[in-house]
Structures are given as C-alpha cells and as structure tokens.
C-alpha cells in the first residue's frame, strides 16, 4: 500500500500522543489535536528537507509510547502467536514495533497537504474498544480515502491497536506474509527475517 497512507495514520498518532491523557472522547481528541499536529508538519523545516533522523525522534518521543505494540504483533501472526513461547514474543513485538517506527519515519516526508475529516462517534460511558472512522482528502482532489482507527481505553489512556484504509486491515495484511515465513523457517526465521529488514530500513535511511 502507498507510504502516503501511513502518513495520515501517522497524523493522527501524534495527535493522540499529544494529548492521551485527557481521556477525552476518541474522535473529539482526534479532531482537536489533528490540525495543531498538521500546522506543525507544515512549518517544520528540518523534516521538510528530509531530516530521517528528526522525524524517527519525533514518532519515537510522541507516538510510539501510545501504540500498543503487543496487540498489533498479535493481531498481525493470528493464530501463530499462540505458538511462539514468552522469548519469541518479546523478540517479534520489539521487531513489528521497529518496522512500524521505520515504515513512519519514510512516510513523513511525503506530507502534501491533506485534509482530515473525523466521523461523530457515538460513545457510551463503559465503552473500552472503539472504531474512530475518518475520511482524508488529497490536496489535488480525486476520491477521497477512509482511514478508521481501532482503538481501546486503558489505564494509560486510549491506544490504537489497529488502523483500516479502505476497510484493509494495515496490521493484519502482514499476516499472510508472516505465516508464509513461519511455515518456511519457523517463528525464530521470522524474527531474523525482520531484524534483517529492519536493519536494512535503517541503513538505507541513515545513508540519506
């Protein structure tokens, strides 16, 4: 899928981090903190010109600590997770939150001015796990695209553990591939196969 579409999720992460602990309702906290953090990308000259290593900083300081990394690993090997022991587990929600941070840090370069529309939601008091559904829109026009966030409410606040593009589950696309690998070289070949990618990421990055 285009790395643009990881940037509009990425908005909206750091519009989440900015603000998780006011526990406000999901879509009002990504309204209201979603233009602040796209005024901020515009003006931002240093990730304009292609600073990888502001903006890994960035998505480190300000999103990373409000995904939850465990639950998308999981939700991304499917059943598979069951059969990884604590030790592997540890080692794919380290390597799919790596790939993740990567795969953000080179679409936050690719920001054009896209415009993002948030669904109401209808909130109930004892609602824990929530679909925030948006609509972005291209600067250049054409159709537009639905980005919907999965989100649940802990005692760190609310955190996404899944995102939908077009109603495409971005964590569990990898599944299929993941699975693939597993029934290659097993659960350990799929960690080495994304530590090496990782590392490669990383490499081709750091050489910009």
Excluded at 76 to 87: C, D, H, M, R, V
Excluded at 108 to 133: C, F, G, H, N, W
């Amino acid at each position: 899928m285009h790395k643009l579409l990881f940037l509009l999720i990425f908005s909206f992460f750091t519009g989440i981090a900015h603000a998780a602990e006011a526990l406000v309702a999901p879509d009002a906290l990504a309204r209201s903190v979603t233009d602040e953090v796209l005024a901020a990308l515009r003006s931002d000259k240093a990730i304009q010109a292609g600073d990888q290593k502001k903006a890994r900083e960035l998505i480190e300081s300000k999103i990373a600590p409000h995904f939850n990394f465990a639950g998308m690993a999981q939700l991304a090997l499917g059943k598979n997770w069951s059969a990884a022991n604590p030790e592997q587990r540890k080692a794919l929600v380290a390597e799919f939150r790596a790939l993740l941070v990567q795969t953000y840090t080179a679409s936050l370069l690719l920001y054009k001015d896209q415009k993002i529309e948030y669904r109401p939601l209808k909130l109930a008091s004892d609602d824990t796990d929530v679909l925030v559904r948006s609509l972005v829109r291209q600067s250049g026009g054409g159709e537009p695209v639905q980005v919907d966030y999965g989100m649940e409410k802990t005692d760190a606040g609310w955190k996404v553990y899944n995102v939908k593009i077009g109603g495409i589950s971005l964590v569990e696309s990898y599944r299929s591939t993941f699975n693939t690998e597993i029934q290659k070289n097993g659960m350990d070949g799929l960690i080495k196969t994304l530590r090496e990618k990782n590392r490669t990421l990383v490499a081709g990055q750091s050489a910009r």
